[in-house]
């Protein structure tokens, strides 16, 4: 099936440090949505973004629906050590109501 | 985890057992689906529900059945188990499809239920 590359599969941060991670598609997506687990419990939802271009903020959090509607990217300022989790990317085709799932970025934040 | 419950949160079994999860929410929303997590795989769909006894196949569903019988369960069962089939399982559940002109299919997530085969 669908399958979205979602880069990069782990990162090792320090407390204040910024964030970055993107996924891309093959497929034009007409919503991106990025969800974050923290262990041992299930995905929420941070952000939603709908349209071509748009830039969302949520806190500290930031992310951009790619203009080609192929990618979008997730930054998150000033990290502290409760932003430690996966982070997941998801796409809706727009003939297509299930969503394909990255397989997520790793954050560890070190105090 | 806004009104969706999975049971049981763990279960160890041994291969060639049955074995059944729940799903139940509070939400009364239409759409609901099953999700196994395995390291390296992110999420994948096992079978979704868009309604009351309307089932259909995900990208993972050999092995799985699901049942629907009422708007605020959805089973999910094992036949026979596997040492494959050890995983996380989540449930999420939905109000739109989100094909219209706006909206989106935004999923809500349960805590997720860890089953191990032996």
Redesign the interface.
């Known amino acids: ?1 669908q399958q979205l590359n ?1 880069s990069p599969q782990s990162m090792f941060i320090q407390e204040g440090e910024d964030v970055s991670m993107n996924c891309t598609s093959s497929s034009i997506f ?2 991106w ?1 990025w ?1 974050k687990q923290d262990p ?6 941070l952000i ?1 973004l ?1 349209k071509a271009g748009e830039l969302t903020s949520n806190g500290r959090l930031t992310a951009q629906f790619g203009i080609t509607r192929k990618d979008s990217f997730l930054n998150i300022s000033a990290s502290i050590p409760s932003d430690v989790g996966i982070y ?1 990317c ?1 796409g ?1 085709e ?6 394909t ?4 970025t790793l954050l560890t934040v070190n105090p | ?1 806004a009104g969706i419950t999975q049971s049981p949160r763990h279960k160890v079994t041994e291969t060639g057992t049955p074995v059944t999860l729940r799903c139940h929410q509070t939400e009364n929303h239409r759409y609901m689906y099953w999700y196994r997590q395995d390291p ?6 096992i079978h ?1 529900s868009y309604g009351v006894k309307d089932t259909d196949k ?2 993972v569903s050999d092995g799985y059945s699901v049942s629907r019988s009422k708007t605020e369960d959805f089973l999910l069962t094992l036949e026979s188990a596997t040492s494959s089939q050890t995983s996380v399982y ?1 449930c ?1 559940i939905s109000d739109s ?3 219209g002109v ?11 239920s860890r089953l191990t085969v032996l």
């Open positions: 099936g979602q007409n919503t949505l969800y041992g419990e299930g995905p929420v939802l939603a709908y997941f998801a809706q727009v003939s297509n109501y299930k969503l799932f990255g397989k997520g | 985890d390296g795989h992110g999420l994948r769909l979704y995900g990208e989540f999420a499809t989100g094909t706006s909206g989106a299919n935004v999923l809500t997530f349960g805590a997720g």
